[in-house]
């Protein structure tokens, strides 16, 4: 890890709600999903075929590889391309670099801006795989897909943030290039574990399943939903003892990596892929529910934010609402008061350059990532009983009065 000590508030996690009026990840495991999951893990040589039709349909790709994780399917994809060097953003997980690595490639990192996003042709392309990722939730295949085939580059598309559903995959139904998909339990389809590869190139074929695997994610998955749904003195106990377990920290700094993470390039399991198949049929409905939800809450709160202000980000390809805060020092007081209001935050990435394993790989400084990571929050827009369009925006708005306030005390 390469840390300033000047920043170390920075590196403060969100503060959970006492009393959680919404979740990051929130469960999709309704009744009706949790019956289709078991019927379909019943099946599994069928939920196999029966998967990677539907991800081959919906996406316009020949072949599905199913792997056990979202980064094992990124190694895949690199491996297929033959590319020894993969230029990707280091406003990223350290997932993405893993599974490069994982490959036998070499990351090369770039630097990346809000609004146009990483930096991809301030490197030498001709020959090298490029990661799309859609970082803060831009639209990277439209903004930089076509600039990077012309000078030589292949263009690897990673959707693990996305709103997977179907809808989604058919907006790149005209593309050719690989497309990697995860399943895993804090991505937006709300799956298992497990993840995909999509393309047309010879060589990639249907694989097996493992048979063991899963069945704790999905107590873990009903066990939410039941819990999301549950009255608040319920919600609070859970939330309290959650906060008191082995490994939970306040701060970001005890868990940068300090070496690259491995990757089991093994098969997925049978309860990860029945999961998957039975969320996907009702994923359409999701992303509908949680773009609306995103638009509205932009659309009330960007003219009157002075804090900070929405990126302009898809609402079918991010996790959540971003929001970027004018200076540095104000994201986790905003982050505070929405708790408080029981709105849960995050802030999701360091930059690649500044962790031990990765630093190795940029040319030089990235002045615009490193001015960019402590000013970024994202608040979770995904559909769920309470977070509903108003109480979004009562919190944010009261946040932004919150640090005013505390500005205006200190000055």
Same mark, same amino acid.
């Given at each position: ?6 920043? *170390? ?16 990840? +929130? $469960?999709?495991? *309704? ?15 069928? !939920? ?108 690897? @598309? ?16 005209? !593309? ?5 998909? $995860? ?31 899963? @069945? ?11 819990? $999301? ?52 049929? *009702? ?35 991010? +996790? ?36 031990? +394993? ?6 030089? +400084? ?11 929050? !994202? ?33």
């Amino acid at each position: 890890m390469i840390l300033d000590q000047s920043e *170390t508030s920075d590196l403060w996690y969100a503060p959970v709600p006492h009393r959680p009026a919404g979740y990051l990840h +929130p $469960s999709r495991m *309704t009744a009706g999903r949790l019956a289709a999951t078991l019927r379909a893990a019943a099946r599994p040589r069928h !939920t196999l075929t029966g998967l990677a039709g539907l991800l081959r349909e919906h996406a316009g790709r020949d072949r599905c590889l199913l792997a056990a994780t979202g980064r094992a399917a990124l190694a895949h994809a690199v491996q297929h391309t033959g590319a020894r060097e993969v230029v990707l953003s280091t406003f990223n997980c350290p997932a993405v670099a893993d599974a490069v690595l994982a490959a036998g490639a070499r990351p090369v990192l770039v630097d990346t801006d809000p609004v146009t996003g990483p930096a991809y042709t301030s490197a030498d392309l001709d020959g090298r795989a490029v990661i799309l990722t859609n970082g803060l939730g831009l639209d990277e295949w439209r903004a930089h897909a076509a600039r990077i085939t012309e000078r030589g580059g292949v263009v690897l @598309l990673d959707l693990a943030q996305a709103g997977l559903s179907p809808r989604v995959l058919r907006r790149f139904r005209g !593309t050719s290039c690989p497309v990697v998909l $995860s399943f895993g339990e804090g991505k937006q389809l709300g799956g298992l574990g497990g993840g995909a590869l999509l393309t047309s190139a010879p060589g990639t074929g249907e694989n097996g399943l493992r048979s063991g695997g899963g @069945l704790a994610a999905l107590r873990r998955a009903v066990t939410a939903r039941l819990v $999301s749904h549950a009255p608040g003195a319920v919600r609070t106990a859970v939330a309290r003892a959650q906060s008191r377990t082995p490994g939970w920290s306040h701060t970001k700094a005890d868990h940068l990596p300090a070496e690259a993470g491995p990757v089991d390039f093994g098969a997925p399991s049978r309860w990860e892929a029945a999961a998957a198949a039975a969320l996907l049929r *009702t994923a359409d409905r999701v992303a509908d529910r949680a773009a609306s939800l995103h638009q509205r809450v932009r659309a009330a709160v960007t003219a009157e934010l002075t804090t900070c202000r929405p990126l302009d980000s898809d609402p079918d390809l991010g +996790p959540g609402i971003e929001l970027l805060f004018h200076r540095p020092g104000r994201r986790f007081l905003f982050a505070r008061a929405l708790a408080e209001h029981g709105v849960p935050s995050t802030w999701n990435y360091y930059p690649l350059h500044r962790l031990k +394993p990765y630093a190795p790989y940029a040319a030089g +400084p990235l002045a615009g990532a490193d001015s960019l990571w402590p000013r970024v929050l !994202t608040v979770p827009k995904q559909p769920q009983p309470r977070l509903t369009a108003p109480l979004l925006v009562a919190a944010l708005l009261a946040a932004d009065r919150a640090v005013r306030r505390q500005e205006a005390g200190h000055d």
